[in-house]
């Protein structure tokens, strides 16, 4: 996906595609490391995720220590990206891990050690998925969230007129 360029629409900087792969691979090791200790250090394990699942959710994914350690690690030994990114959709992807984590979070606070599981097993299939495949869950929902949004709008306006 390239930076966009919607009319009217000022698109952010754009970013480089391989920093949220990288971010993806960082989080799938320790979702699953999450999964193989005890529920105490997958509690403390998860609390962290979360919060930097927040950091990239709410200030954007290039916030993130993630982001950093691939800006000046990783990325200077890589040629550069043949196009950028609109940062929007990883953003939203980091706020639908946040909740998944969250839910793992206080299941296994609470006690409810297989909600915990079951939610940081499916935050770790997603984590997988775009580590591995480069396909984003989080972002494909907020690409048709957008392309749904202008059609909900366009029916409620149907709706307010007709009645």
Do not use: K
Not at 60 to 65: D, F, I, S
Not at 144 to 163: E, F, K, Q, W
């Amino acid at each position: 996906m390239s930076v966009s360029t919607e009319p009217g629409v000022r698109a952010p900087s754009g970013l480089d595609p391989r920093g949220p792969q990288f971010t993806a691979a960082v989080t799938a090791v320790v979702l699953a490391v999450a999964l193989l200790v005890p529920p105490a250090a997958a509690t403390l394990i998860l609390g962290v995720q979360a919060v930097l699942f927040a950091v990239g959710a709410l200030g954007g994914v290039q916030r993130t220590p993630h982001a950093w350690v691939f800006r000046r690690v990783v990325r200077p030994r890589l040629s550069p990206p043949s196009e950028l990114e609109d940062p929007r959709p990883p953003q939203f992807a980091q706020g639908v891990g946040l909740a998944f984590t969250a839910v793992a979070f206080v299941g296994f606070l609470l006690g409810a050690t297989v909600v915990g599981q079951v939610a940081a097993g499916l935050a770790l299939v997603a984590a997988l998925l775009n580590a591995v495949f480069r396909f984003c869950l989080g972002c494909e929902l907020y690409l048709v969230l957008r392309r749904l949004a202008p059609a909900a709008g366009r029916a409620a306006s149907v709706s307010r007129t007709a009645g």
